[in-house]
């Protein structure tokens, strides 16, 4: 049982990336994933979270407007596309399930995509 998050790398101020979350040995259908990232020296930081029920989804307000978080239940992947990107989104990227709702405790965690945003 495990998640992976995938689809980091080096990319330029202003430049878009594509994050992937697989899930291996379950489900993502009764879960909600979330981003969460991790800049160097700083705390861990809550970006943003797809519900399982509805589709719902939720945003840090600091990356509000340029990363969109998506679902595709069929290939067990939650996407993150970012856009825009900025020097301060630079971190490790880690995706994580909780069961049904954002905001719960959780059950798994990826091992992290390292997204570094530099000219």
């Known amino acids: 049982v495990q998640l992976q998050a995938s689809g980091g790398g080096l990319v330029q101020p202003g430049g878009s990336l594509r994050l992937s979350c697989t899930a291996s040995g379950f489900t993502l259908d009764h879960y909600a994933i979330a981003w969460i990232r991790q800049a160097p020296g700083k705390e861990r930081e809550w970006v943003s979270c797809?519900?399982?029920?509805?589709?719902?989804?939720y945003y840090a307000d600091s990356v509000k407007g340029r990363l969109t978080i998506s679902r595709d239940n069929a290939k067990n992947t939650v996407y993150l596309l970012m856009n825009s990107l900025k020097s301060e989104d630079t971190a490790v990227y880690y995706c994580?399930?909780?069961?049904?709702?954002?905001?719960?405790?959780?059950?798994?965690w990826g091992q992290g995509t390292q997204v570094t945003v530099s000219s």
């Open positions: 797809i519900s399982s029920s509805d589709g719902s989804t």
């Open positions: 994580a399930a909780s069961f049904r709702r954002c905001g719960g405790n959780y059950n798994y």
